[in-house]
């Protein structure tokens, strides 16, 4: 059983930066996509930012630019730094460890608030 457990966020005026970091365990193997996404309140979650294995990665269209996913393979941790921060960004984001559909794992959450 993977467990991934979330740590960074908090407050911070627009205009500011935050690192999320996300270490995984449970497993000894390289995960094959990590990732994050996110939830605002009375909002779907979302997808942030993924990458691959192979440092392959993804961006939703409101974070680029802004928004860089990292990982470390050998200890099986993924970052997401965000800069220029915007009150749009407030939400809880989640990290994603994803082998299949039927195998993915969510960690807790931890929650980003940006004020204006």
């Known amino acids: 059983q993977v467990q991934l457990v979330e740590s960074g966020g908090g407050l911070v005026q627009a205009g500011g930066s935050l690192r999320l970091s996300c270490a995984a365990s449970g497993t000894t193997f390289s995960i094959p996509v990590m990732g994050w996404y996110r939830q605002a309140p009375g909002k779907q979650r979302e997808l942030v930012a993924t990458?691959?294995?192979?440092?392959?990665?993804n961006y939703a269209d409101s974070v680029k630019g802004r928004f860089t996913i990292s990982r470390d393979a050998a200890k099986n941790t993924v970052y997401l730094q965000m800069n220029d921060l915007k009150p749009e960004d407030t939400a809880v984001y989640y990290c994603?460890?994803?082998?299949?559909?039927?195998?993915?794992?969510w960690g807790q959450g931890t929650q980003v608030t940006v004020s204006s």
């Open positions: 990458i691959g294995s192979r440092g392959s990665t």
């Open positions: 994603n460890a994803f082998y299949t559909s039927m195998s993915n794992y």
